[in-house]
């Protein structure tokens, strides 16, 4: 049962990740307390499809023993081992060499973190050492694209370019830049695909020309936009950018944090999307959210020019818990269960989820449904014609998701009335069906409250 005392006890002293605190202590927490495949349960019994895989990260679904196996004997063994004085331990040389070895290009170097944040901030400061190394102190300057989401750090979260992420923080510094989005469902240049990559490499130009072609270090893009609302570029658009920056001679970041590990089908995005960046980010399904960890990829040609500037001092960058080695373990099995079945399966499950989630494009509601594989979005209109979005007054991410656990079913709610979907890649046929389903009444419920009745077209 649902334990009164421990919903006061979270009021009084759990403050939770990007909430309203003030809406949080009215509604109270909703406890979670097991979870099996890709069905979670919460306290009270309740048994709810996850089609949102936690916060995209339980790729390969929940309750694998042999994780858990691979975790507790780690654990019995070594349960921790500095990287600092030259030492390591077994489980994080191998993942590192494994995962250098699937990683495209000549990305053979691997950083560990204990998440996304602390990735994308890794890489700020490894690239501003990169620059200086090679003498140019003055390349400072970093764009990255509206919508995109780099993390929550303080200066990651200047990267992302998501507005409640800034406000009353102080940031984005000012030396961080960013250009419109690739947005295909709402983009001034229309839905033409090459329209949208000639929009997005005359952006960057410009950007680049504005800052001072000299002064700019970086550019930072998701192969798709996640918390930005599951924005998918066109096919070439993270190829045309990769090859404009090779042209402007900055360094390209791919931010692989939640497509990474099947997400999106192949183990990374930038082997569909056909490139090679100078850095990839990943975390969620590097452990597939069983414990905390992210990585930074390197390239080779960065690396050395990193080591060779430091010389025989010390690239003073590191935390107590990089590398850790039960993470490290938790990576390496997760790899091979991603290798011998889940990547398969989630092709699978991705198609017929598009395929779902398509279908329901003749529901009054629905304005645009994108995706690439396990990763999705269906964005609500009030008026398909006119692209009008949800008024606010109808709640959009606190409502549709209520209805959708309601109806037995997590997804993530945007404030602008886009649903995501990014489950579990173990989904079986008939989950998959269930989460579309589960959608639909969703949809059909949305559409009988008043406040969006009330900015429905005639
Ligand atoms: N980068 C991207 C693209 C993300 O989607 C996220 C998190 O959702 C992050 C970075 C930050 O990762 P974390 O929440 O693990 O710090």
């Known amino acids: 049962m649902y334990s009164n005392s421990l919903i006061e006890l979270d009021r009084a002293h759990l403050i939770h990740p990007v909430a309203s605190y003030r809406g949080h202590e009215k509604l109270g927490v909703r406890v979670l307390a097991s979870a099996k495949g890709a069905t979670v349960t919460d306290a009270s019994g309740r048994q709810l499809i996850d089609g949102f895989a936690g916060l995209w990260c339980v790729n390969a679904g ?35 060499s494994e995962l250098a070895e699937r990683a495209p290009g000549n990305l053979d170097h691997v950083f560990f973190t204990l998440g996304g944040s602390d990735a994308v901030d890794s890489t700020i400061r490894f690239i501003r050492y990169y620059w200086i190394g090679r003498g140019e102190p003055q390349r400072d300057q970093f764009i990255s694209v509206e919508q995109g989401y780099h993390g929550s750090s303080t200066v990651g979260a200047g990267l992302t370019a998501l507005p409640a992420f800034h406000a009353g923080f102080g940031i984005p510094f000012d030396w961080q830049h960013k250009i419109p989005s690739h947005y295909a469902y709402r983009n001034p240049v229309g839905d033409d695909p090459q329209a949208i990559i000639d929009a997005s490499l005359a952006a960057l130009r410009q950007k680049v020309e504005e800052i001072g072609p000299e002064r700019v270090a970086a550019f930072y893009a998701e192969p798709i936009q996640g918390s930005g609302g599951v924005l998918v570029p066109p096919k070439g658009w993270m190829k045309a950018m990769r090859q404009l920056c090779q042209e402007l001679g900055i360094l390209f970041v791919a931010d692989e944090v939640i497509t990474g590990f099947g997400r999106t089908g192949p183990l990374f995005a930038c082997h569909e999307d056909e490139i090679v960046p ?36 010390a690239v003073g960058h590191g935390y107590t818990y990089s590398a850790h080695p039960v993470s490290a373990a938790v990576g390496l099995e997760v790899l091979k269960l991603y290798e011998n079945e889940l990547l398969d399966n989630g092709r699978k499950a991705g198609a017929r989820l598009m395929a779902g989630l398509e279908s329901l494009k003749d529901h009054p509601l629905v304005g645009d449904v994108r995706g690439r594989g396990m990763l999705a979005a269906v964005e609500l209109v009030v008026d398909k014609e006119k692209k009008t979005p949800l008024p606010a007054k109808a709640e959009p991410a606190r409502r549709i998701f209520d209805r959708a656990w309601e109806n037995g079913l997590v997804i993530r709610a945007f404030a602008n009335g886009v649903l995501g ?25 949305t559409l009988e409250d008043p406040a969006v009745r009330s900015g429905l077209s005639d």
Not at 79 to 95: H, K, N, Q, V, W
């Open 62 to 96: 929940y309750g694998h023993e042999s994780i858990v196996e691979a975790a507790t004997r780690q654990m019995r063994e070594l349960p921790y081992a500095t990287g600092y004085f030259g030492l390591g331990s077994e489980p994080a040389i191998r993942l590192a």
């Open 421 to 445: 979907y990014a489950p579990p890649l173990c989904c079986t046929e008939a989950e998959i069906d269930g989460i579309v389903e589960r959608t639909r009444k969703v949809l059909d419920e």
């Open 278 to 313: 100078d850095f990839m980010t990943v975390a969620k399904g590097l452990t597939s959210g069983y414990v905390p960890m992210g990585a930074v990829f390197m390239g080779d040609h960065i690396y050395q020019t990193i080591a060779d500037s430091a010389g025989a001092g």
